[in-house]
């Protein structure tokens, strides 16, 4: 699995709760619509207005290329006019994960 790192900055007079709310109500409601995804989270970093990163995505792909062919559908380019009224990707990383990873288990 490709792993693509994504750091955002939210634009000015846009609030963390409003960019949250988008993400739990839209963007992860549409993962499932791109078949490249397999896994997708954001994370939290400042709700100062002030620092040079707000948020960070973690998007986990089957590969690269898929990702970019699903970044062509109608379907992601309803997010990007959305995430883009909202905030600005301010730093890609993108890798492969070194196999197996970590993971405790739960329960």
Known sequence: MDLIVHRIRLRPGVTPGRFEKWVRETDY??????????????????????????FFEVIGVRSRAEFARDTTSSTFARLVADFGEMAEVVDELAGVRVEPGYRAAVG
């Open 29 to 54: 409601a549409t993962c499932p619509e791109l078949p490249s995804v397999l896994s997708f989270s954001v994370q939290r970093v400042s709700g100062d207005p002030s620092a040079p990163v707000h």
